[in-house]
């Protein structure tokens, strides 16, 4: 068959190669690869930034965000049948702590787990894959052309839900919320936050009028372009924020979200950063604010499968509220084939996909 992968650690390594076909136990499913969605952590693994290939091999195959197809189902699995679509999580647990063990690897607190297509898995950028019924979502027909961006939602939903649980230390009921960034996941985030009631407003780079902007409006959100205003004026238009999402994949974002939360607020940072960037901070006043306002700063990264299935059904509530919106997230579809053009980042893409089968 054929699989992107990359040499973990050296620059640019992409390639399409030949591979066998995954061979599957009785415990396990082999999937068809129909499409794989394109993020920057794909493009940082390409870059050689991080990514660790599976014990004994030499490559690792690209991909977190899929949608396939069941091909073959082992003769000990149950509720999964051929023909049926699934999309697999991404982080697999480690074997030692609490945890993981418990259904949490989102959480992992040795570091010792494993993730499609970055971390010791292969991924999903191949014709096919196989993978452990416990983490394959089935999907229904209706989300099919829509599942690939299960993955993202999930993490959306991961950073809603562990906002409310860690604000559970008092009374929070947030009204105004900032996203920075207006790629994949600051567009679904911010959906899923106006479906919640809060007024958003979408901070980007971007130039007004354009697809993103567009995109924005059209869920009843504000679009803010820091082509024109800065943060901190943009922070002083819009007034009290309880809820800041940095997902710009700029970490000097992270820290001028900081300097602009209100009391009892909460920033959740979900860019993954891979490069050596540096830069100065008020730290005094930072910290003095965190601490006097009683404000929250935690980081997320992955999923858990609860996330996956809250995902699911506010995939289907967009596509019912917003019909347009979604099929717009997809600004490119390349062909297996044209993979190096799938790596590549043009800034004004949305969603790339990869197109297997």
């Known amino acids: ?5 990359v040499i973990p650690g050296e620059k640019n390594s992409a390639r399409l190669l030949d591979v066998p076909v995954p061979d599957i136990d009785d415990n396990e499913v082999l999937v068809r690869s129909v499409r794989a969605g394109v993020c920057s952590t794909d493009r940082e693994v390409h870059k050689g930034l991080y990514g660790t290939a599976p014990s004994g091999e030499d490559y690792l195959i690209l991909g977190h965000e899929s949608f396939g197809v069941v091909e073959f189902v082992g003769r000990n699995v149950s509720g999964f049948k051929k023909g049926q679509y699934v999309v697999r999580t991404v982080r ?8 993981c063990s418990s259904g949490a690897s989102d959480v992992c607190s040795t570091g010792n787990f494993s993730e499609s297509g970055i971390k010791e898995l292969h991924g999903c950028m191949a014709e096919y894959f196989k993978d452990d019924p416990n983490y394959l979502i089935p999907v229904p027909a209706e989300l099919a052309d829509l599942s690939v961006l ?6 959306v939903e991961k950073v809603l839900r562990q906002s409310y649980l860690i604000q559970r230390r008092l009374e929070w009921k947030p009204k105004n919320a900032m996203i920075i960034g207006a790629g994949p996941i600051g567009l679904l985030q911010a959906m899923l936050l106006v479906e919640n009631g809060m007024t958003v407003n979408v901070v980007a780079r971007s130039p007004p009028f ?7 409006a059209s869920i009843g959100a504000r679009y803010i372009s820091t082509s024109y205003q800065s943060l901190d004026e943009a922070v002083r238009d819009i007034g009290h924020l309880d809820l800041i999402v940095e997902a710009s994949g700029n970490s000097t974002m992270a820290f001028a979200a900081m300097e602009n939360l209100e009391n009892n607020g909460v920033l959740c940072l979900t860019s993954i950063t891979g490069g050596k960037m540096e830069t ?10 965190l601490v006097l306002g009683n404000k929250v700063v935690f980081g997320t990264v992955n999923a858990n499968i609860v996330d996956y299935q809250n995902g699911l059904r506010s995939l289907e509530k967009f596509a019912n509220r917003w019909p347009d919106v979604l099929p717009a997230m997809f600004t490119r579809r390349v062909p297996l084939q044209q993979y190096a053009f799938a790596l590549e980042n ?12």
């Open 1 to 5: 068959m054929k699989a992107i992968a």
């Open 92 to 99: 697999r647990p480690c074997s030692a702590c609490d945890n």
């Open 150 to 155: 299960l993955e993202p939602m999930s993490v």
């Open 210 to 216: 354009n697809l993103k902007s567009k995109l924005v």
């Open 280 to 289: 100065v901070v008020a730290s005094d006043k930072i910290n003095l604010d």
């Open 346 to 357: 043009f800034s004004e893409d949305i969603k790339t996909t990869i197109e297997i089968s």
